[in-house]
């Protein structure tokens, strides 16, 4: 039998960890809400969630988001947030009712605590510039508060592993008469973006919050000297992951990234299935193409389901907000300084741009069947140990001259005024 990865049994290892957290703690309480008032929570975050849509995992982080823009706008401490901060989420059926150990409130007191800790002593900046960064803090904040409460212990498993392994396979070509040459730590930093972003479609506040957490290995514990210090360079420490998020070959890493995230996401659901038997199952190509075939056509199906509930979601959103808009705007416009109202005219713009939405989403064409045999190829090559390994070069653009520059800016500025014009 092949030899399964050193990365990959290390892989292993954290699903079997996440595997025993889930077994109930003894002589721990969880958390307990009133059914009734979290059932008329649901619904009423259900009813946002058509008109406010997102992808599925970053629904309950906005949630978050809103909820603690509301607290922290009162200016009370963590003591007096972490409890009815973290029932209300609960009522509104974010988080599991009877499933989160009253510590955890602790936890999320402490953590409030380190960013009001923050946002009251920051260095002043301008108006603006404050104004950007306390927004930052509080999706930073967002993000920790549900890890805390539900921790994606499988998916940060499988991001780490994807960087190990992509970090092995891009190599970047560097033309050096034009760009410095592209240090080690800074290209497994943009890989590991990559992976987030291709892997599970996570936004800049989640990346820019793992991101701290590597730069600050203690980030949940941080000392009051390390808080100070990072509250002094809190503009610089923001702008640096901004550079990071905006590199110049970001977009080349993610792409690489992206064709190769298929098998990797099978991988996980094929040893999240039994995580202590995945050492055996995974050692039998035999049992693990089996394997890889049926989790390929369970996510398939989930796919279309997801592409059916995006058509149908987005649909209903535009032509709410498109009846909104002609009640709010458009009629009273039409009715009182234009003196007219067309009805016909009003009916094609409310009934159009819903339509169009709903065909561009039904336009996505799930991927073709000989995909299937690449994904399994793929699967075998990372998890079994190989001495030849696939290698995927990023060759960076040539850098443009002045002259390059103000033709473009020419041509650019001269095609606005023309459209526009």
Not at 103 to 114: G, H, M, P, W
Request: glycine share 4%.
């Amino acid at each position: 039998m092949p030899e399964i990865s050193q990365p990959t049994q290390k892989l292993i290892q954290k699903y079997q960890d996440w595997q025993k957290s889930l077994e109930p703690k003894e002589g721990v309480s969880s958390i307990h809400v009133d059914e009734v008032a979290s059932a008329v929570a649901v619904f009423y975050e259900k009813i946002r969630g058509v008109v406010d849509w997102r992808e599925e995992h970053l629904l309950r982080r906005a949630a978050i988001e809103r909820a603690l823009k509301r607290r922290l706008f009162l200016k009370k401490t963590g003591e007096e947030i972490a409890e009815p901060f973290v029932l209300e989420l609960i009522r509104a059926g974010h988080f599991p009712n009877d499933r989160i150990g009253e510590t955890k409130i602790d936890e999320v007191k402490a953590a409030l605590n380190k960013y009001l800790f923050l946002l009251n002593n920051t260095p002043p900046g301008g108006k603006k510039s404050k104004l950007r960064l306390n927004y930052w803090l509080v999706s930073i904040a967002s993000c920790e508060i549900e890890e805390i409460l539900a921790s994606p212990f499988r998916e940060k498993a499988l991001i780490e592993y994807m960087t190990e392994l992509m970090s092995e396979r891009i190599e970047v070509a560097e033309r050096k008469a034009f760009y410095r040459p592209l240090p080690t730590e800074e290209k497994n930093t943009q890989i590991y973006i990559a992976a987030q972003r291709a892997l599970f479609k996570l936004d800049s506040p989640i990346i820019s919050y793992y991101l701290l957490q590597k730069k600050y290995p203690d980030w949940h514990s941080l000392e009051q000297p390390q808080l100070k210090e990072i509250s002094d360079n809190i503009y610089a420490i923001r702008q640096r992951i901004e550079r990071e998020l905006k590199h110049r070959l970001s977009e080349k890493f993610y792409k690489i990234c992206e064709r190769q995230d298929t098998a990797f996401l099978i991988l996980g659901d094929v040893i999240s299935e039994a995580p202590f038997e995945a050492s055996k199952n995974l050692a039998n190509p035999e049992l693990l193409e089996s394997s890889v075939r049926n989790f390929y056509q369970a996510r398939l199906q989930k796919l279309k389901k997801r592409i059916g509930k995006a058509a149908l979601f987005a649909t209903i959103s535009i032509f709410i907000t498109k009846i909104l808009v002609a009640l709010s705007l458009e009629i009273p416009f039409d009715k009182y300084v234009l003196g007219y109202f067309n009805y016909q005219t009003m009916g094609l713009n409310i009934i159009i741009p819903p339509l169009l939405m709903f065909f561009l989403v039904l336009t996505i064409r799930p991927p073709r069947k000989e995909n299937l045999e690449r994904v399994i190829m793929e699967v075998m090559k990372i998890v079994h140990k190989t001495d030849r390994k696939d290698v995927y070069t990023i060759r960076a653009p040539r850098k443009k001259g002045i002259i390059m520059q103000t033709v473009v800016g020419l041509f650019y500025s001269f095609t606005f005024l023309l459209s526009f014009g």
